[in-house]
């Protein structure tokens, strides 16, 4: 009985959390009307970053044309430095939806020719412990 008891519990309590991470999901398209390309200004994303909030379950949709843009995700040194030494995942079909699955901080650039030099790149930071405020 208490097993039984216990399982119910735990299979409500899975549903509830199913249910609360759909309802706070959100998709952020990055950059809004601009997308995803060379921005006009070196701070563009930086900027754009800096007005929204990031939870875990959201979802980075990157808007740009197959061929024209990558989004590859690395750590900060090649962040930093606009350079490719430790790639841990690269997108390149266009249109690229990246789900935040984890809390931490995740660094984007498009590694097409001087895009990243020029300011086309993303650092968002995911906090373990969201503020009520979000959005
Ligand atoms: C990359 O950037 C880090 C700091 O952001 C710096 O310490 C390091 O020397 C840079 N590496 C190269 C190869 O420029
Ligand atoms: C990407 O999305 C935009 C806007 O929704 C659309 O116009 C475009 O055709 C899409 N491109 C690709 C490669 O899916």
Known sequence: MA????????IFATIGCMLLVSVSSTTHIVGDKMGWNV???????EEWAQKRTFVVGDILLFQYHTGLNTVIL???DDYDNCTTRNIIHIYFRGNSS????K?????????????CEAGQKLHV????HP????N
């Open 39 to 45: 921005p006009i200004s070196p701070k563009f994303y």
């Open 125 to 128: 930071t995911v906090p373990s």
């Open 103 to 115: 809390p931490g901080d995740y660094f984007f650039f498009s590694s097409v020719g001087k895009h």
């Open 98 to 101: 990246i789900p935040l699955k």
């Open 3 to 10: 097993v039984k008891m216990h399982l119910s519990f735990f």
């Open 74 to 76: 690395v750590g900060k």
């Open 131 to 134: 503020t009520q405020s979000s």
